[in-house]
């Protein structure tokens, strides 16, 4: 039969503690040697990559891609949310707005797909979607249509005023 172990004395043993101690020690030791085989790994991932000289050219077709398919992606959302906007001449001239800059990103993709292809230039600076005409005028295209389009929307009450309409009382 087994004897029981009061909690006091279970808590107290200094054996419990060494165990504790050795555990977070392991721990630690294990944390720092799988730290050591993942470094390992992604210098032999790394040093393999070195030898495909393709992965550059997909690289580069990514990072020539990225302006013009984020702002494309996000003014085709912008677009298909105006076309059920309830206020008509902020939706006219948000759709007015909206059209003409997802046909010139469009253009400016294909213009720069194009010229990657014939030159093979890796530098972001000959792009024309890099221009920061492009992006700044289509970050605050988005930014000024977003205001506008909030601020020409009927004031929503606050939690005050609809708890008035029901009658509740607030103390």
């Not at 959302?77 to 939706?91: L, N, T």
């Not at 221009?131 to 389009?149: H, N, P, T």
């Amino acid at each position: 039969m087994k004897k029981e172990v009061p909690v006091q004395l279970k808590a107290a043993d200094p054996e419990k503690k060494l165990k504790l101690v050795l555990n977070m020690f392991l721990a630690g030791l294990a944390f720092l040697f799988a730290l050591v085989l993942l470094f390992f790994f992604m210098k032999l991932v790394f040093g393999v990559l070195r030898y495909m000289s393709w992965l550059d050219y997909v690289f580069a077709v990514f990072m020539v891609c990225v302006p013009a398919v984020l702002f494309i992606t996000a003014f085709s959302i912008f677009f298909k949310r105006s076309q059920r906007y309830p206020v008509k001449p902020v939706r006219l001239i948000s759709l007015g707005l909206l059209g003409p800059a997802i046909m010139g990103w469009g253009v400016l993709f294909v213009r720069d797909i194009i010229h990657f292809f014939q030159s093979h230039k890796i530098d972001i600076g000959h792009y024309w979607s890099y221009e920061k005409v492009w992006l700044v005028g289509s970050v605050a295209m988005i930014f000024i249509l977003g205001v506008v389009q909030a601020l020409s929307l009927p004031r929503e009450p606050d939690w005050m005023e609809k708890a008035a309409r029901k009658d509740l009382h607030i103390d």
